[in-house]
C-alpha cells in the first residue's frame, strides 16, 4: 500500500458502477456477442496508434453492462480515444502498471464481488466485453491515478515559501495536524487463489491475530511461523496524507491498536497505529493550505477530476486523431 498526498480512488467509482449493473442482467444476444470476432478493422488512430472496431465493440459491450443509453458506437469510441490518450501520456511519463499488479487488481475485483477470477472471466466473455479490455480499462484508471497524483504534486502544492509567506500574513500561526506511525499486516492471498473459502479463512486468520494484538512492537513475534503474512512498516504519515479507505478507522484506533481487517488487493490486511503525535511545521503548513477544500473523499475526487478534466483537454489538443 502506497500512501500518497492525494488518494486518486475514481476507478473503485467507476469499478463499481460497472459491476452494478450486472444484477438481473440480460446476456448480449449471439450477434452481439460474436461482433468482436469479425475481423479487426481500424476506426480512429490516436497519435498513431489504433482503435479497432473490436475494440469499440468489446467498450460497447461493457457500456451496455453499465445500462449506459444514448448512441452507444460513439460513446465508446469518445471513451477509447480518451483512453488511448491516457495510455500515450502514460508511456511518455514512464508510468508503468505491472502486470503482477494488474493480475491482483482484477482478482482483488473479482474477490469484492463475490466471484473468482475464473467467473469474472466468464462474465467478461459471456457478455461480449473480453478480459483483456477489462484489465486494459483498469490498467488506465491505475496508471492515469499516478499520472494525476503527479500533476498534482507538480502544479497543485504550494510552494513552502508562499507556505510560509501565508503563515507571516496570518500573523504567524502554524496549522497542525495529527502525525501517525502505521504498520501493514497483510495476510497474503496469491491472485490465482482467491475464491471465497480460501479468502473467509484468511479473514477469519487475520481478525484472530488483530484480536492478540497489543503493539507494534510484538507484531512479528505473533506472526512467526503463520503462513503468507506480510508486517511492513510504513513510518510516519501526516492525517491528510491518509488514503480515504483507511482514514476514519485510523482516526478511531488508539495508539497499540489496529483498524478492523479489510480486503485489499493483496489480500486481507489491517493497519496498526504504532504512534500518534501532534505536529506543526512548515511541512504541515504547506501540505494543509495546498489541501485547501479537500478534506473529505467526495472533495478530493472532486478536485482529481478537475485536474484530469484539464489534463485531458491539454493533451486532446496537441493530438493527432484520425478518423477513418
Not at 473468482?116 to 466468464?122: D, E, H
Request: proline share 2%; net charge positive.
Amino acid at each position: 500500500m502506497k500512501l500518497t498526498t492525494m488518494s486518486m480512488n475514481m476507478n473503485k467509482r467507476i469499478l463499481a458502477a460497472m459491476i452494478a449493473g450486472t444484477v438481473a442482467f440480460t446476456a448480449l444476444s449471439i450477434t452481439e456477442m460474436t461482433g468482436a470476432a469479425n475481423a479487426a478493422e481500424i476506426k480512429v488512430i490516436v497519435n498513431s496508434n489504433p482503435i479497432t472496431n473490436v475494440d469499440i465493440a468489446n467498450r460497447v459491450a461493457f457500456l451496455k453492462l453499465q445500462r449506459r443509453s444514448g448512441n452507444l458506437n460513439k460513446l465508446a469510441q469518445d471513451e477509447l480515444v480518451e483512453e488511448m490518450l491516457k495510455r500515450v501520456e502514460m508511456k511518455s511519463r514512464g508510468i508503468v502498471v505491472s502486470d503482477q499488479e494488474l493480475e491482483t487488481a482484477y482478482a482483488g475485483f473479482a474477490s469484492r464481488n463475490k466471484m473468482s477470477v475464473a467467473q469474472l472471466n466468464q462474465l467478461m466473455n459471456q457478455t461480449g466485453i473480453t478480459p483483456k479490455h477489462f484489465k486494459t480499462f483498469i490498467m488506465v484508471q491505475m496508471g492515469w491515478n499516478r499520472a494525476i497524483g503527479a500533476r498534482f504534486r507538480s502544479e497543485g502544492m504550494m510552494s513552502e515559501q508562499d507556505a510560509v509567506q501565508r503563515m507571516l500574513k496570518e500573523g504567524g500561526k502554524k496549522p497542525s495536524t495529527n502525525e501517525y506511525t502505521l504498520q501493514q499486516v497483510i495476510f497474503v492471498v496469491p491472485a490465482a487463489n482467491r475464491s471465497a473459502g480460501v479468502m473467509a479463512k484468511r479473514r477469519q486468520e487475520a481478525n484472530t491475530l488483530r484480536n492478540r494484538f497489543s503493539g507494534c512492537d510484538a507484531t512479528r513475534s505473533l506472526t512467526k511461523g503463520m503462513m503468507d503474512v506480510t508486517v511492513r512498516d510504513l513510518g510516519k504519515h501526516l492525517e491528510l496524507q491518509l488514503p480515504p479507505e483507511w482514514t476514519t478507522q485510523l482516526k478511531a484506533t488508539a495508539v497499540g491498536r489496529a483498524t478492523a481487517v479489510q480486503d485489499t488487493d493483496k489480500g486481507v490486511e489491517f493497519l496498526a497505529v504504532c504512534a500518534k503525535r501532534s505536529v506543526s511545521d512548515d511541512r504541515v503548513a504547506q501540505l494543509t493550505f495546498s489541501m485547501e477544500g479537500t478534506s473529505n473523499n467526495s472533495d478530493q475526487e472532486k478536485k482529481a477530476e478537475e485536474i484530469s478534466k484539464k489534463y485531458v483537454k491539454e493533451l486532446r489538443e496537441k493530438a493527432k486523431i484520425v478518423n477513418r
